[in-house]
């Protein structure tokens, strides 16, 4: 059964930093991994999608790399802002299947 | 714009209570889907549908019962069997082939009084 992990589980930085977050899963034989943002109280905001096929996509501050024969992603955010606090969750997709197995997340605090 | 609409926002159960949480979407996808989320824990399948008249159980499944009679359309209900309801469900979609990833709805937030 896929398990899907994320650390850390929270993380608190001072604005302007960049940062990572990670994200592994031990079942390599995925369709997807989709990276979400989720606010307090509020559904899940689609942040990335890559492919299995796929190393990488970026949008804006926003780069997330897939390794899919180590199992494991990673989000990088640059130049980190308040408005990037929030809960960021990571995804996957297996291979024949709709279902996602998603993370705990990680909660990130972005100190003014 | 296209998208995922839940109703009610916030609900509230008595104990022995039967209710029912809206999910409707307007972007032609044809699979859908209800998630639960916990504090602590990670988002679990309840029930999902890939066509109209067609659903399978997720991993919590019991306690929940989904109908799709329409492909805009998943309702879930929460029947009086399921001891634990209290949680934030989430109803989410996907094309068939789930090639360009999950759209989420705002959510649904049921709590037993």
């Known amino acids: 059964k896929q398990e899907v992990t994320q650390i850390p589980a929270a993380l608190s930085v001072p604005e302007g930093e960049n940062l990572v977050l990670n994200c592994s899963f031990t079942?390599?034989?995925?369709?997807?991994l989709q990276w979400f943002r989720q606010d307090p109280g509020k559904g899940l905001t689609s942040l990335l999608l890559?492919?299995?096929?796929?190393r990488e996509q970026t949008s804006g501050r926003l780069n997330a790399s897939l390794d899919k024969s180590s199992g494991r992603s990673t989000l990088y955010i640059a130049a980190s802002q308040p408005g990037d606090s929030a809960t960021y969750l990571c995804?996957?997709?297996?291979?024949?299947?709709?279902?996602?197995?998603f993370g705990k997340g990680t909660k990130l605090s972005v100190i003014p | 714009d296209g998208g995922i609409t839940q109703s009610p926002k916030y609900l509230f159960r008595k104990e022995g209570q039967n209710v029912t949480l809206s999910c409707e979407q307007n972007?032609?996808?044809?699979?859908m889907y209800w998630y639960r989320q916990d504090p602590g824990q990670g988002l679990r399948l309840i029930y999902y549908?890939?066509?109209?008249?067609?659903?399978q159980k997720g991993d919590i499944a019991e306690g929940y019962s989904v109908s799709r009679e329409k492909k805009e359309s998943f309702p879930l209900t929460v029947t009086s069997a399921q001891k634990n309801p209290t949680a934030f469900y989430l109803c989410?979609?996907?094309?068939?082939?789930?090639?360009?990833?999950?759209?989420f709805g705002s959510g649904t937030r049921l709590t037993v009084v």
């Open positions: 972007l032609n996808h044809d699979a």
């Open positions: 549908s890939q066509i109209v008249n067609d659903f």
């Open positions: 079942d390599s034989a995925i369709y997807n």
């Open positions: 890559i492919q299995s096929s796929q």
């Open positions: 995804a996957v997709s297996g291979a024949g299947s709709y279902q996602l197995t």
């Open positions: 989410a979609s996907s094309i068939g082939s789930n090639l360009y990833g999950y759209t």
